[in-house]
């Protein structure tokens, strides 16, 4: 019966894409009228039709639509940042672990890195949380949702503060009271967060977005010190 029939989450949706923004030149979101139970953290695999699907994180959801957001590194991210509107793209979903939704958060991402952590930021907005969030990158142009961000680090100081983004960071958790540290980037970016939330005694939540193969534990590509893998327990994985 129309309507009754129960949607799994590895489920293809091939859909067309709504609306293209591009965020810097390297970056585009993608708006897709899908929706899913996906929490801030959560990811979706996104099928450039005809070749391969990726996995990325949700960037915001609204009722009616997905947001996603792709940074151009390699063969099908560049393919899907040149869809347009009207395109058709796969999407299923959502899967792995959520951020908690915890007041007053420090929120604390690189580069794209931004993309989970805007839908984070929105959410705690929503809901009255007190939260504060950082973005940095390498240079502006690599910036993502600068505009939406309360604070900016750029290493060549070519906006917001010069310096990393975890220095910033640090500079925040000295000013005001934070129960936890948030924060998605490059691995050496989340190293230094996660070194800093135990400085403060503080948990860090961080989304570790490793290369994934198998995607079920298996062959220890996405593997982290401790033996958990990001691909089964994460990718949001806690620390302290
Ligand atoms: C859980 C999860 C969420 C993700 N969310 C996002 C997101 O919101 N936005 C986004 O742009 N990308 C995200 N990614 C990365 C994305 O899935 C692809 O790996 C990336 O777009 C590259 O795919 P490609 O086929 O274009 O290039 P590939 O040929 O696969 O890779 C090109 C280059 O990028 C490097 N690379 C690939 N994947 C990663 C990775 N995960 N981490 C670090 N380096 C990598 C490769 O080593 C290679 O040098 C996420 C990955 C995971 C595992
Ligand atoms: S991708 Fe193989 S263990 Fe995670």
Known sequence: MKGSR???PREMHVVRVLAVRRE??????????????????RFVMVWDVG??????GVSRQTATETCVTIRAVGPTSESLTRLQPGDAVGIRGPFGTGFA???????VAGGVGA???RFLAETLRQKNMAHKWLVGAKTADELCFAADADGIATDDGSRGEAGSVVALAAKELARGHYAILQACGPKGM????KA?????????ELSVERI???GVGLCGSCALDDGRCACREGPVLRFG
């Open 51 to 56: 070749g391969a699907e990726k996995p990325f």
């Open 6 to 8: 129960m949607e799994t």
């Open 115 to 117: 993309a989970p952590l």
């Open 196 to 204: 800093l939330a135990e400085q403060a005694g503080i948990p860090a």
């Open 101 to 107: 939704l915890a007041e007053n958060a420090l929120l």
């Open 24 to 41: 810097n030149p390297s970056t585009v979101s993608l708006v897709l009228p899908k929706t899913f139970e996906a929490a801030p953290g």
């Open 190 to 193: 989340l190293r230094a967060v």
């Open 212 to 214: 994934m193969r198998c």
